[in-house]
């Protein structure tokens, strides 16, 4: 079971270990948990009370021992939209922190899968009404096929249109077919670039598809200018 979207949401390894070691065996005692989930004596009490707070485990005293119950997980849907409520209401003072501040950096490095979302994510936000990305290879496939779907949905409704020059790797892919307001086309290189490059507005985004990706996002006129250009050429050059 892929488990990534449960620390995702905030609980912690511990903390999942203990839930579905408790969702498999049903109402237990602490002893069962402990065997099930491989984890010391003081580690699962101490999860179970967290698990408590957050409303995924419940018990009831029979004696002197606690018998313990894992939420339906149907419930956590619960727990994400409390989460969502109380970030929801602190978003306005977010919001305005960061516009206190003077200006964005010019140059911001992000890493790791979540890092590379973020840059794409800010690239949404750039403004400007069309998207140009060249050197996208295969590898860009790690963010998942469903993100990148909704991700180009959502540069859509905006109103963005999208020229994307893929490397011919990703020609079985049929973005053509899957993103709206798109038209795709394919570079013949001879080669499978680990380097894809996105210009959106007096923005630039340059990405890294190692095994850890690495994200590079640039805000300057002139430059991005300059990079948007170099698309142009390319983009009249490749097939259709």
């Known amino acids: 079971m892929d488990t990534g979207i449960l620390e995702d949401i905030g609980l912690t390894s511990a903390e999942i270990k203990v839930y579905l070691a408790l969702l498999e065996l049903g109402p237990s005692t602490a002893g069962p948990i402990?065997?099930?989930?491989?984890?010391?004596?003081?580690?699962?009490?101490?999860?179970?009370?967290?698990?408590?707070?957050?409303?995924l485990v419940s018990f009831v005293k029979e004696g002197k021992k606690h018998v313990y119950q894992a939420a339906d997980p149907k419930h956590i849907t619960e727990y994400i939209n409390e989460k969502k409520e109380r970030f929801e209401a602190l978003l306005p003072q977010l919001l305005a922190t960061?516009?206190?501040?003077?200006?964005?950096?010019?140059?911001?490095?992000?890493?790791?899968?979540?890092?590379?979302?973020?840059?794409?994510?800010?690239?949404?936000?750039?403004?400007?009404?069309e998207h140009h990305t060249f050197g996208s290879s295969r590898k860009s496939l790690m963010l998942g096929d469903a993100w990148w779907v909704a991700y180009h949905r959502k540069r859509a409704r905006r109103g963005i249109i999208a020229k994307l020059l893929f490397n011919e790797s990703l020609q079985s892919w049929k973005?053509?077919?899957?993103?709206?307001?798109?038209?795709?086309?394919?570079t013949k290189a001879g080669f499978e670039p680990l380097t894809e490059t996105i210009i959106r507005n007096d923005a630039i985004g340059l990405i890294i598809w190692a095994d850890k990706p690495i994200g590079i996002l640039i805000r300057q006129k002139e430059a991005a200018g300059s990079y948007d250009e170099f698309f142009q050429l390319m983009w009249k050059t490749a097939e259709i």
Do not use: C, W
Request: proline share 3%; hydrophobic share 35%.
């Open 175 to 186: 973005a053509e077919a899957k993103y709206p307001k798109s038209e795709v086309r394919y």
């Open 34 to 55: 402990l065997e099930k989930s491989g984890l010391h004596n003081s580690v699962v009490h101490m999860t179970l009370n967290r698990l408590i707070e957050k409303g």
């Open 98 to 129: 960061g516009q206190a501040a003077k200006k964005k950096p010019e140059v911001t490095v992000f890493r790791g899968i979540k890092g590379i979302k973020e840059l794409l994510f800010e690239l949404l936000d750039a403004g400007g009404s």
